[in-house]
């Protein structure tokens, strides 16, 4: 397969297994050329690529914007809090507006589920959904995947537990579908009240006990709460929560092996992960972070050459 089958990145949901492996191919050459002394190549000199962020963001921003720059695209950025969307313009205006200025690819994070989706359907511009919601989070899926890859040598057939508020992360949704596609077990992990009903019917097993969840698994993704997305309480206190739910050096020295730690960000240390587990070796966060900048480039430079075409 030597194109992806899709034009723009909404979801995992959207993809096969060889549209995967083909990000992955691509990205070990892109994580080569970032290793070099010099880092960028001019694979994208005719493409304009303009971030859209409709919600707070450190690293998804920060690495689509390298990414962009390393494959030599004109990047423009947009934040939603300084712009016209606070006097009443509508999402397409806001983007019709910005691809008149002659741009060929948006990346936007939103704070509404199916927001890429929608815009997908109206603009001439392919979209990459950067987090929409409690939806999807396409890139940081890929981006986890290979992490384990590069740490264990394959995806297929590993055991991940899925730690934390799963019921409103994209996170998990996207690690879902991306797991499950390349043939890994999936079980997640979490107080009831943060498991969404009929999760099993994605294909993933639940474990209410951490210290069993992370006894059976090989890598382990813990999750912060999504405070922003909570409007009733689902634990009685962040005390008790991290007592029942949080990863420390105690838990990860009864296990009889060592598994991998992995965390998307932004962190509560202290909450869901303790300093001494984040910083130890058996964690992989900022590998993780390292990676998504490949894996943007990929995904970038493979819907470009779509756009080409
Ligand atoms: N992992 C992640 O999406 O982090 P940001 O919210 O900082 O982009």
Redesign the pocket.
């Known amino acids: 397969m030597s194109e992806l089958s899709v034009k723009h990145l909404l979801g995992i949901k959207y993809l096969g297994e060889k549209d995967i492996q083909l990000i992955f191919e691509t990205a070990d050459h892109f994580k080569e050329v970032i290793n070099r002394s010099i880092k960028k190549v001019p694979s994208l000199r005719d493409i304009t690529i303009a971030n859209i962020f409709f919600?707070?963001?450190?690293?998804?921003?920060?690495?689509f914007e390298l990414a962009e720059k390393r494959l030599s695209a004109d990047v423009i950025n947009f934040s939603a809090g300084q712009s016209s969307v606070k006097k009443g313009e509508t999402l397409i205006d806001t983007v019709n507006n910005i691809l008149s200025m002659k741009v060929d690819m948006v990346v936007m994070?939103h704070p509404n589920p199916g927001a890429g989706i929608f815009l997908a359907k109206y603009v001439n511009a392919s979209i990459i959904n950067?987090?929409d919601g409690a939806h999807e989070?396409p890139t940081?899926a890929l981006l986890d995947s290979y992490s384990i890859r590069e740490k264990l040598g394959d995806v297929a057939g590993k055991k991940v537990v899925i730690v934390g508020d799963i019921l409103h992360s994209r996170?998990a949704l996207s690690n879902i579908f991306a797991l499950k596609l390349q043939g890994a077990e999936v079980k997640v992990c979490g107080p009831r009240t943060l498991l969404p009903k009929h999760i099993e019917s994605l294909g993933v097993g639940v474990e209410t006990d951490l210290q069993k969840a992370l006894n059976w698994c090989d890598v382990a993704n813990m999750l912060r709460i999504q405070n922003e997305r909570l409007d009733i309480s689902y634990f009685p206190t962040t005390r008790e929560y991290t007592q029942q739910y949080g990863v420390n050096r105690k838990l990860l020295d009864g296990l009889d092996k060592e598994i991998v730690i992995m965390h998307?960000?932004?962190i509560n240390r202290g909450v869901e992960i303790t300093s001494d587990v984040a910083d130890s070796k058996q964690s992989i966060i900022l590998n993780q972070v390292e990676n998504?900048v490949a894996i943007r480039m990929a995904v970038i430079y493979l819907l470009a050459s779509k756009i080409k075409q």
Do not use: C, D, I, M
Not at 55 to 63: A, D, G, P, Q, V
């Open positions: 919600e707070n963001s450190t690293r998804t921003k920060l690495s994070r950067a987090g989070h940081q996170v998307p960000g932004p998504g």
